[in-house]
């Protein structure tokens, strides 16, 4: 495999004459600097010595990969970012050499806090930011790690949802985030009304929009609580991904919901069932329920398809 060829991307070297090329070399390796990926390679009296970043007097090459490529440290690669699970900076330095589309390698400082599901981050290596373009069955979204919830983990679950939506059909995504929900089921549905209560991601989810050509999907900056009433129908299909704390929004999604409509509502459950008498308090069946990801040891990212069978007076609780 070459790394660095146009194909795949650019390679930074350092062109040294062949006599000084191990001096150099090792003072590369002391730096943390020499991309050990790539393997150096002999171009007629000078040796091209690839490394992790652009400095002055690099120039650009094609490499093949280094047999002895070292193990990477462990991470999760979300567009042009690489999430470190250790505040590792020489790791990171690896990290991003190994991809020529690696921008940023970055450590979660905070788990996923706040109203806005977000996280706060270091950037260990490459551009300081945390926004990238994440290309997800087609769609590409511009994200920002920091200022606004996203994750890649739900594609799969995604195009499940968007498969089940038949032609003509109005959906709420009551949890919008930047968008990836809505921007899916809107290449089905009719109309798509997107809503978050964070700022930033519905300034994103605007140019993700607009980035895909969905002429069909409107960002609302609402609170979820404040939207039964305001619309002067009955969605056929509502997505609430909020999986900490969407329950005590399940009697706004039923008020929003036609009979015979869907609520798919994601919950985060310690055993199977949980939340099935309340969605049946509130006039609604379980059609199916499934695990969509392990969350913890004890605990489950779980979703849970309903159908809204009655319309029950709901007391306004
Ligand atoms: N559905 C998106 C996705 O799959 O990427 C985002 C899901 S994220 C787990 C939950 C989102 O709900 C966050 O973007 C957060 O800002 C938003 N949120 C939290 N409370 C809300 C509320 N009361 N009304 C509307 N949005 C809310």
């Known amino acids: 495999m070459m790394v660095g060829d146009p194909g795949r991307g650019r390679q930074w070297c350092l062109r040294v004459p062949a006599a000084e090329a191990e001096t150099v070399r090792q003072a590369l390796i002391a730096e943390g600097a020499l991309d050990r990926v790539a393997r ?10 690839p490394i992790t970043a652009w400095r002055e007097g690099a120039e650009e090459g094609s490499f093949e990969a280094n047999p002895e490529r070292p193990e990477l440290p462990r991470h999760e690669l979300i567009g042009g970012i690489a999430v470190m699970q250790d505040d590792d900076p020489r790791g990171a330095a690896l990290i991003l050499a190994s ?3 690696l921008h940023t390698v970055l450590y979660a400082t905070s788990e996923v806090e706040g109203e806005y599901r977000t996280k706060s981050f270091r950037v260990l290596a490459g551009i300081p930011t945390t926004r990238t373009e994440v290309v997800e069955h087609g769609s590409r979204f511009m994200i920002d790690l920091s200022a606004a919830y996203f994750s890649a983990r739900l594609a799969t679950e995604r195009q499940r949802v968007a498969a089940m939506v038949a032609d003509g059909e109005v959906v709420l995504d009551m949890f919008a985030g930047v968008g990836p929900f809505a921007i899916a089921l809107a290449r089905h549905a009719a109309l798509v009304v997107a809503a978050d209560i964070n700022p930033a991601a519905v300034g994103l989810m605007q140019e993700n929009i607009s980035r895909n050509k969905v002429r069909n999907a409107i960002p609302t900056l609402a609170d979820a609580r404040r939207l039964a009433g305001v619309f002067p129908w009955q969605f056929d299909r509502i997505i609430m991904n ?4 969407g329950e005590s929004f399940l009697p706004d999604a039923f008020r929003l919901c036609r009979a015979g409509g869907m609520i798919h509502f994601y919950a985060l459950v310690s055993a199977e069932g949980e939340h ?7 006039g609604g069946e379980v059609i199916a329920e499934r695990v969509v990801r392990s969350y913890s040891p004890a605990r489950w990212h779980t979703v849970y398809d309903i159908v809204v069978n ?4 709901l007391k306004s609780d």
């Open 242 to 245: 909020l999986p900490k704390s």
């Open 276 to 282: 099935r008498v309340r969605i049946g308090e509130l």
């Open 99 to 101: 991809r020529p589309n």
């Open 40 to 49: 150096p390679r002999r171009e007629g009296n000078d040796v091209l010595l």
């Open 310 to 313: 009655e319309k029950k007076p």
